[in-house]
């Protein structure tokens, strides 16, 4: 009799650790796959982060719709954008800013070279009353100290400066820039007043690793920066 009741409790208890056993192999599968879901989500994003991330182009959809501020890739436009993307540069390798080409600024939308970022642009008021706007135009996600070296070209409407760091030394902009960065993550800020209906902008950005910068060292390889330019309407007295 006690051996039949010892072999009904073992029953039991086998069935009942086969039982967690069954539980914990489901749960451990179910982990499995949220844990590929969410390393296949982070990849996602990092690639569509790196591959359309590198300049961005956005206008305040509020001040689109209400007063027609729009981007384009060409003068002539049809279509009303709030945002534009370039291309990216793998890899980029360091040059000379004075191997850009003379008409970098003469090609409408993304023409990159083989180590510069290049991407021309027009702001557009394609609304029926006269607007002043802002533009700001910011790095993100600098990493490595990249931006110790890097240079940003602006044309607007055929007038050229480029904006590098201060100096490691703190003793000024570069010899090769016309001014430094405004902040540690603002590279320049501009302003448009008193912008008529129809009328547009012309903008090129250019970006590159100035090879003649002395912090263009084997340091900042492998390090990343991201731009945005942002625009938005504002009130003047």
């Known amino acids: 009799m006690e051996e039949k009741v010892r072999d009904v409790l073992e029953l039991r208890r086998t069935a009942k650790e ?21 390393i296949a989500i982070a990849y ?26 729009t981007l384009s890739e060409t003068p002539d436009y049809t279509i009303s954008n709030a945002r534009l993307q370039a291309d990216v540069v793998n890899d980029m390798t360091n040059i000379s800013g004075m191997d850009l080409p003379k008409n970098i600024d003469d090609i409408n939308g993304p023409h990159n070279g083989e180590s510069y970022i290049a991407y021309t642009f027009y702001l ?14 910011n790095m993100e996600n ?19 400066k480029v ?8 003793s000024g902009k570069e010899k090769d ?11 320049m800020k501009t302003r448009h007043e008193g912008m008529a209906s129809k009328q547009k ?37």
């Open 163 to 170: 904006y590098g760091k201060t100096k490691s030394d703190g």
């Open 201 to 237: 902008d012309k903008f090129t950005v250019v970006i590159w690793l100035e090879g003649n910068d002395p912090d263009c060292t084997n340091e900042i390889i492998g390090g990343t920066l991201k731009l945005g330019m942002d625009f938005k309407l504002i009130e003047t007295t």
């Open 18 to 38: 086969a039982k967690r056993y069954r539980v914990l192999m489901r749960s451990i599968a179910l982990l499995a796959v949220l844990l590929i879901v969410i």
């Open 177 to 187: 820039c016309d001014e430094t960065f405004l902040s540690s993550n603002m590279v």
């Open 142 to 160: 600098i990493t490595k100290n990249v931006d110790d070296a890097v240079r940003v070209a602006v044309w607007i409407n055929g007038e050229k």
């Open 44 to 69: 996602a994003i990092s690639y569509f982060y790196d591959r359309y991330g590198a300049f961005t182009i956005r206008v305040n959809k509020y001040d689109m719709v209400r007063q027609g501020l």
């Open 124 to 137: 557009i008021n394609s609304g029926d009353d006269t607007v002043s706007y802002e533009g700001v135009l």
